[in-house]
């Protein structure tokens, strides 16, 4: 059976855009995530930690190990702004 080279070059190109396009949003991912990988399966835990940690550096992947939260941090919470009878 003979092998039909001129397929192949399709085949090459398709190859290589599909592993293009999936570095590039690897890629792109990775960098909305401060060099971290993607999260997924992000329960009330996760989501909690997510707020705080936008709320201490500015970015939901940033942490920040410092014990003292920044000026202004006691009053961003969300309690802050509801009503108590």
Not at 20 to 40: D, E, M
Not at 54 to 74: V, W, Y
Request: net charge positive; hydrophobic share 40%.
């Amino acid at each position: 059976m003979p092998v039909p080279w001129e397929a192949l070059i399709p085949f090459g190109l398709l190859t290589a855009m599909f592993g293009a396009a999936g570095t590039l949003l690897n890629v792109s991912t990775r960098a909305q995530n401060q060099g971290k990988p993607a999260r997924y399966n992000i329960d009330n835990w996760d989501d909690m930690m997510m707020r705080r940690d936008k709320q201490l550096t500015g970015h939901k992947r940033g942490q920040s190990d410092n014990p003292i939260a920044p000026a202004g941090f006691e009053t961003s919470s969300v309690w802050f702004t509801e009503r108590t009878s």
